[in-house]
T-cell receptor
Framework: DGGITQSPKYLFRKEGQNVTLSCEQN?????MYWYRQDPGQGLRLIYY???????QKGDIAEGYSVSREKKESFPLTVTSAQKNPTAFYLC?????????????FGDGTRLSIL | KNEVEQSPQNLTAQEGEFITINCSYS?????LHWLQQHPGGGIVSLFM???GKKKHGRLIATINIQEKHSSLHITASHPRDSAVYIC????????????FGTGTRLQVFP
């Protein structure tokens, strides 16, 4: 079945540590997105990528980094510069960005601070 | 004020009841997305619509572009419908980015 796989489901970070969240899709989608979800707030866009080797900052990119070396993969690194990383992170993809294509979501990764 | 507002924030119902969740937005949009977030956190796309009405099983979504309002209806609700329902819009001026509402938490009791 085609879909989006996020791993791990739960992740713990120590102070000063970088952690990387994995997102893989086999939908042959061009566009991929990373969102952060906090209680009582709507999803907020961290980074998005429209094609391989290209990505753009979203609304809350500070303290995060991404890469898009392969079409199917869009890993997110939460760096030590992100002072409040505890949140639920969701990856999504769509056939292309723009032209209001529906987005397909993974099951998320819950990141907590030790 | 959020650009996408949902009401109610929380909703409880008895099995079999008709459910309505509302979404109002303040920006011009190209389309609107209704999403369902399961208790485990995964999100499923329910509908994407830019005009009129769509139906899938017991779910019905309507949109009124002039009034900047959409509704999601669930007929004959069931406990398995318990989830968070999220409204998101594609703004006309930037179709790359969805703007999300904060969600409506629905609990359906047997």
């Amino acid at each position: 079945d085609g879909g989006i796989t996020q791993s791990p489901k739960y992740l713990f970070r120590k102070e000063g540590q970088n952690v990387t969240l994995s997102c893989e899709q086999n939908l042959n989608h061009d566009a991929m997105y990373w969102y952060r979800q906090d209680p009582g707030q709507g999803l907020r866009l961290i980074y998005y990528s429209q094609i391989v080797n290209d990505f753009q900052k979203g609304d809350i990119a500070e303290g995060y980094s991404v890469s898009r070396e392969k079409k199917e993969s869009f890993p997110l690194t939460v760096t030590s510069a992100q002072k409040n990383p505890t949140a639920f992170y969701l990856c999504a993809s769509s056939m292309s960005s723009g032209s209001y294509q529906p987005q397909h979501f993974g099951d998320g990764t819950r990141l907590s601070i030790l | 004020k959020n650009e996408v507002e949902q009401s109610p924030q929380n909703l409880t119902a008895q099995e079999g009841e008709f459910i309505t969740i509302n979404c109002s937005y303040s920006v011009g949009i190209s389309a609107l997305h209704w999403l369902q977030q399961h208790p485990g956190g995964g999100i499923v796309s329910l509908f994407m619509l830019s005009s009129g009405k769509k139906k899938h099983g017991r779910l019905i979504a309507t949109i009124n572009i002039q009034e900047k309002h959409s509704s999601l209806h669930i007929t004959a609700s069931h406990p398995r419908d318990s989830a968070v329902y999220i409204c998101a819009v594609f703004p006309t001026l930037n179709t790359d980015k969805l703007i999300f509402g904060t969600g409506t938490r629905l609990q359906v009791f047997p």
